[in-house]
T-cell receptor, first 113, second 115 residues
Framework: KAGVTQTPRYLIKTRGQQVTLSCSPI?????VSWYQQTPGQGLQFLFE???????NKGNFPGRFSGRQFSNSRSEMNVSTLELGDSALYLC????????????FGPGTRLTVL | AQSVTQPDIHITVSEGASLELRCNYS??????LFWYVQSPGQGLQLLLK??????LVQGIKGFEAEFKRSQSSFNLRKPSVHWSDAAEYFC?????????????FGKGTKLSVKP
């Protein structure tokens, strides 16, 4: 069974631009979560989606948004990029995210210049 | 607010030596507890998790962790470290009865292994 895939793996943008990251969960998984990883702040929860509905949201500004499609694939969007948005963005999927193991993708490395 | 503390930023052990990585959490009730490992350039891999029951949990790659309610701790151990264990280790919590999908992570402990 294929693991969690994230595209693109690397991305370079400039300040003020917007970016969309994609995550394809493991087949059959209905829950997708997103995390931001930076050297200073560590791993921080962005949002969680289950069956196309946002179930939880972390403490990030409104520039960060996401969605989930009917096939469970998820996208996250960051508008008006800032230098501080440079990070590794990780996606994780699980069957239902209550007692089920989360499987993480390799991440998308975003660099904002 | 919930929080996770990993007091050791970087630990170096010799190959074959035992390992203990510390994790303390702050939460009103016993949360779900996890240990993940991240190799350079990789995502996170779950080593083990604790929901309830036996306080000594066995995981993959020979790791185990012990939940101590009185100390709000969930320390990770391995009796004999291998060079391939060099990586960064993260302790995480999720609200009891809630979703694992919004984990709170510690800042991580980087493990180096000396030959």
């Amino acid at each position: 069974k294929a693991g969690v895939t994230q595209t693109p793996r690397y991305l370079i943008k400039t300040r003020g631009q917007q970016v969309t990251l994609s995550c394809s969960p493991i087949s059959g998984h209905r829950s997708v979560s997103w995390y931001q990883q930076t050297p200073g702040q560590g791993l921080q929860f962005l949002f969680e989606y289950f069956s196309e509905t946002q179930r939880n949201k972390g403490n990030f500004p409104g520039r960060f948004s996401g969605r989930q499609f009917s096939n469970s694939r998820s996208e996250m969007n960051v508008s008006t990029l800032e230098l501080g948005d440079s990070a590794l963005y990780l996606c994780a999927s699980s069957l239902e995210a209550t007692t089920d193991t989360q499987y993480f993708g390799p991440g998308t490395r975003l660099t904002v210049l | 607010a919930q929080s996770v503390t990993q007091p050791d930023i970087h630990i170096t052990v010799s190959e074959g030596a035992s390992l203990e990585l510390r994790c303390n959490y702050s939460y009103g009730a016993t949360p779900y507890l996890f240990w993940y490992v991240q190799s350079p350039g990789q995502g996170l891999q779950l080593l083990l998790k604790y929901f309830s029951g036996d306080t000594l949990v066995q995981g993959i790659k020979g790791f185990e962790a012990e939940f101590k309610r009185s100390q709000s701790s969930f320390n990770l151990r391995k009796p004999s470290v291998h060079w391939s264990d060099a990586a960064e280790y993260f302790c995480a919590v999720a609200p009891y009865g809630g979703s694992q999908g919004n984990l709170i992570f510690g800042k991580g402990t980087k493990l180096s292994v000396k030959p």
